[in-house]
Nanobody, 114 residues
Framework: QVQLVESGGGLVQPGGSLRLSCRSS????????TAWYRQAPGKQREAVAQ???????NYLDSVKGRFTISRDNAESTLYLQMDKLKPEDTAVYYC????????WGQGTQVTVSS
């Protein structure tokens, strides 16, 4: 059974950084698409960054140049490095993995506030 467990969220000041981790119970490289999504209060869940296939990476326009998605196959872990954080990045961040079926992590809260 596939389980995805996120960690690394927290409270950070504007301009700060956080790194989110998503540990998979099965080989992360077995998934066709792995991604980070986020959902802010009162808003729809949106895709922030994704890795498709071996190395095709896409980002939400508002995070380009600030966020970096990466994957460590040996550790079966997906990462999201978030720099220059803004208050509008505040949301619950979810890890998503797809290979036919889709699995989600439980989410981790990121709050950007002074």
């Amino acid at each position: 059974q596939v389980q995805l467990v996120e960690s690394g969220g927290g409270l950070v000041q504007p301009g700060g950084s956080l790194r989110l981790s998503c540990r998979s119970s099965v080989s992360i490289s077995s998934f066709y698409r792995t991604a980070w999504y986020r959902q802010a209060p009162g808003k729809q869940r949106e895709a922030v960054a994704q890795i498709e296939g071996k190395d095709t990476i896409n980002y939400l326009d508002s995070v380009k140049g600030r966020f970096t998605i990466s994957r460590d196959n040996a550790e079966s872990t997906l990462y999201l490095q978030m720099d220059k954080l803004k208050p509008e990045d505040t949301a619950v961040y979810y890890c998503r993995a797809e290979r036919g079926s889709i699995w989600w992590g439980q989410g981790t809260q990121v709050t950007v506030s002074s």
